[in-house]
């Protein structure tokens, strides 16, 4: 799989990061601290992290800065979580939401 | 409970650090609100150098002015009080801004307000837009630059005006490498130093060609370009198909003014700003009294200007509650001298055009105005 | 063409060069900045003083050679990474160029690297002399030793590492047969999504326009366009422009969407949950 993760960069230092493990859709993934759950996904090439609820066509994040709700995704149960903006925390279940995600919330 | 205080800045970017530091520094009560986790705005994503003088701190690159403006915010800890995770979410004409700090909801009522919520990014329309591995400009340097991640292989840049030069570059440095840059218009809009930087590094930039469509099956896989004439129609059979998994969308931002419109501002059409800005004095003030505006939100310009408006903005908001004491008036006239001199060039021609069109607003007077 | 391509032509470049015999006697700064921009921290940095000071900040650099040292000073600093020293003084017939190089990794001294031109095109092969790294203003200087009829032309590097990554580009699109003739681009353009956040289409748009709905609000309302969790931030400027377009209308009499608090969707909770402390 590619790496995504840049190591050495002119300007910027990337430490290493310690590493969270978490779920998506029930396979073990790693991210590092300071990753929002978008961005450990990203780096695992996860690309379609939902399926639109009247298009049915698949969605992957877009503004990455909490705007347009195209990275909605079900978290530990809990459907339209921004995982763009949400941080991610150590033992995350993630899953991908399709339709407006799981009935828990109504 | 209504926390009450001076003067509220919404927005943490350069316009509105700016206006805390001085406005606390002229004795002003201050909260800054800032929808991030971090204060900075976009200057966290700019890994480049910036152009202007000394005074706006030229040559530093962006993310060293954002920790620049940081501690001086710090030093000043004691009259400015700072939320992050914080979007002011209504403006209410009796001046009350309703807050969702870190999830709960707050109430606060200040004697003044700037605000300085910087832009949105603007979006296109052409087939399979939505497909996953399209992103904003906004997004590619927030992956890149804050979490250090690739967005992709190979990315195709649709806009060549400043952001999209920049954003190329920056791909470059992180190692991604960029097939093209696509620009609908006859000629680049940024500046010819940020094009050759990248023209010399391989990346070709292609004027009067635009997107026709994505395409991919779950995520994209490539993109068909193709000519423009002048009259914006698709040159037929000039259609070429670019493989990429990344289409980085950068057609220009919009002030993002919404807090404006519900406060009751008027609201002037002026795209030559980037949409909709708000009418005010050339001291920054709305025409509601004692709202004021920077930055971005005022008007598509660059962090220079942004920072020199948030000065002037916080200054005039300190000066009107009476703060504030000698050297006021050098300060705000050098302000305005600093925001002529930046305007000045033949690149900033249209900004003199559309300023001169939301400026000269007359405000009425406040309640409390001293005499 | 500089504003068509980025690149300067070669005009542009021959009047920014001293006099042959000022080229012959050592380094000299040239600097390819030729728009009015906003900027002057090449003027401010010269410790001799060889660049004029900018009475404007829009004012465009001028280089008195006679004053230049070649030190590079000014080019570590330019933000617009314009700024090349070259020296024709060597004899041999090879001269050296020293560029900005803001890339990882950065190559050694002695090295052997592609020599590319203002296009990215590969010219030839280059020495590398001498490495700053720049510790400071985080732009490398990188001294490359090409022949003499290159040194005007050659303004980039290409190391080893970066090779089988990052082929000329422009070749790679060349190569590429254009695809059949799109069938109808309007036709297509129907199904166009305007709003990512209620999946609302340009035909659906249209057809409520063609109906003779012609504000965004009204449109918003019946289609749920712009009422997704972005409020319209990014599909309410493109509806606006549809409405524009097919009623002939300016953009800027079209009513935008009104705004009403609040301005991101929040759970009703929230409100209920009232001001903690
Ligand atoms: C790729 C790129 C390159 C650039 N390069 C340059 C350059 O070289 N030189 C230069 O001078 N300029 C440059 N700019 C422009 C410059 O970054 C902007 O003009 C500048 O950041 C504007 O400052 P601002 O404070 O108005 O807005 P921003 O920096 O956008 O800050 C606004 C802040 O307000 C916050 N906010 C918004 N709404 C709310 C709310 N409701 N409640 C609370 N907080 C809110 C946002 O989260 C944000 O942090 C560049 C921009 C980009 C995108
Ligand atoms: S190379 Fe040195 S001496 Fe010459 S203009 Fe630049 S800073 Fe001045
Ligand atoms: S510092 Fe560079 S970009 Fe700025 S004016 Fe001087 S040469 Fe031009
Ligand atoms: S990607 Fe836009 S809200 Fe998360």
């Known amino acids: 799989m590619e790496n995504r993760r840049i190591t050495d960069h002119p300007i910027l230092d990337f430490s290493e990061g310690e590493v969270i493990p978490f779920t998506f859709d029930g396979k073990p993934m790693e991210g590092r601290s300071g990753d929002t759950i978008a961005s450990a996904l990203h780096a695992n090439g996860v690309k379609v992290l939902g399926y639109h609820f009247k298009t049915k066509r698949p969605r992957g994040f877009y503004c990455a800065i909490g705007n347009c709700s195209s990275c909605l995704m079900v978290v530990n149960g809990q459907s339209n979580v921004r995982t763009c903006t949400e941080p991610l925390l150590p033992g995350m279940k993630v899953e991908t939401q399709i339709d407006r995600g799981v009935p828990d919330d109504v | ?371 | 063409m500089l504003e068509k391509t980025g690149i300067a032509t070669r005009e542009q470049i021959e009047k920014l060069l001293p006099s042959p015999g000022r080229r012959a006697e050592g380094p000299y700064a040239v600097m390819e900045c030729f728009q009015k921009i906003p900027c002057n921290p090449c003027s401010t940095s010269c410790a001799f003083h060889a660049i004029l000071p900018m009475d404007d900040i829009n004012d465009i650099p001028s280089v008195t050679p006679d004053k230049c040292t070649g030190c590079g000073a000014c080019a570590a600093v330019c933000p617009g990474l314009a700024i090349f020293i070259i020296d024709e003084s060597k004899g041999g017939g090879t001269g050296t160029v020293t560029l900005p190089y803001e890339f990882r990794p950065l190559p050694g001294i002695g090295e052997t690297v592609k020599a590319v031109n203002r296009a990215g095109e590969v010219v030839g092969d280059a020495v590398v002399t001498r490495v700053l790294p720049g510790k400071k203003t985080k732009t490398p200087l990188v001294t490359i030793e090409v022949p003499l009829s290159l040194v005007h032309e050659v303004r980039f590097i290409r190391c080893e590492a970066h090779q089988e990554e990052d082929p000329s580009v422009a070749d790679t699109l060349r190569e590429i047969p254009a695809p059949p003739q799109t069938a109808d681009i309007g036709e297509q353009d129907d199904e166009v999504v305007i709003c990512r956040c209620e999946g609302v289409t340009l035909r659906e748009i249209r057809d409520l326009i063609r109906e003779g709905y012609t504000t965004v609000d009204e449109i918003k309302r019946i289609s749920r366009a712009g009422m997704g969790p972005c409020q319209a931030r990014t599909c309410g400027p493109l509806i606006a422009a549809e409405i524009a377009r097919m009623t002939g209308e300016p953009l800027g009499s079209v009513a935008p969407s009104a705004h009403r608090a609040p301005v991101k969707p929040l759970p009703i909770e929230f409100f209920l949950g009232g001001d903690t402390e």
Not at chain 2, 45 to 56: A, N, P, W
Not at chain 2, 333 to 343: F, G, H, M, T, Y
């Open chain 2, 1 to 371: 409970m209504m926390y009450e205080t001076d003067l509220v800045v919404i927005g943490g970017g350069p316009a509105g650090l700016m206006a805390a530091n001085t406005a606390a520094g002229a004795g002003a009560s201050v909260l800054l609100l800032e929808r991030d986790r971090h204060l900075g705005g976009q200057l966290i994503k700019q890994t480049h150098k910036f152009f202007g003088s000394e005074k706006q701190h030229a040559s530093e690159r962006g993310i060293d002015i954002a920790a620049l403006l940081g501690d001086e915010l710090k030093s000043l800890e004691d009259r400015v009080t700072v939320w992050t995770h914080a979007t002011a979410v209504g403006l209410y004409d009796d001046g009350v801004i309703t807050v969702d700090y870190d999830g709960t909801y707050r109430k606060v009522r200040p004697k003044r307000i700037v605000a300085a919520t910087g832009a949105s990014e603007k979006f296109l329309s052409f087939p399979n837009n939505d497909l996953p591995g399209i992103y904003g400009a906004g997004a590619v340097q927030t992956m890149m630059n804050v979490y250090g991640l690739r967005p992709g292989k190979r990315v195709l840049m649709i806009g060549a005006g400043n952001i999209g030069l920049i954003v190329s570059y920056q791909l470059l440095q992180a190692g991604v490498s960029v097939a093209a840059v696509v620009e609908g218009l006859p000629q680049i809009g940024g500046y010819a130093v940020h094009a050759s930087k990248i023209r010399r590094a391989g990346v070709p930039i292609l004027t009067s060609h635009t997107i026709v469509r994505a395409d991919g099956k779950e995520s994209v896989e490539s993109a068909v370009i193709a000519e423009i004439g002048s009259d914006w129609k698709v040159v037929r059979g000039s259609e070429q198909t670019i493989p990429c998994d990344v289409i980085c969308i950068s057609v220009g931002l919009t002030p993002l003014t919404e807090l404006l419109w519900q406060a009751g501002c008027e609201m002037r059409y002026i795209p030559a700003l980037g949409g909709y800005v708000p009418a005010r004095s050339d001291r920054l003030e709305t025409t509601v009294p004692g709202i004021y505006v920077a930055g971005d939100a005022a008007g598509i310009e660059e962090a220079s200007a942004a920072m020199v408006e948030g000065h002037l903005a916080g200054l005039e908001a300190a000066l009107s509650l009476g703060c504030g004491g000698d050297g006021c008036e050098e300060e705000r006239a050098d302000c305005l001298k600093q925001l002529s001199s930046l305007r000045s060039g033949p690149t900033a021609e249209k900004i003199r055009a559309g300023l001169s069109c939301a400026h000269g607003c007359q405000t009425p007077k406040r309640r409390d105005e001293h005499a």
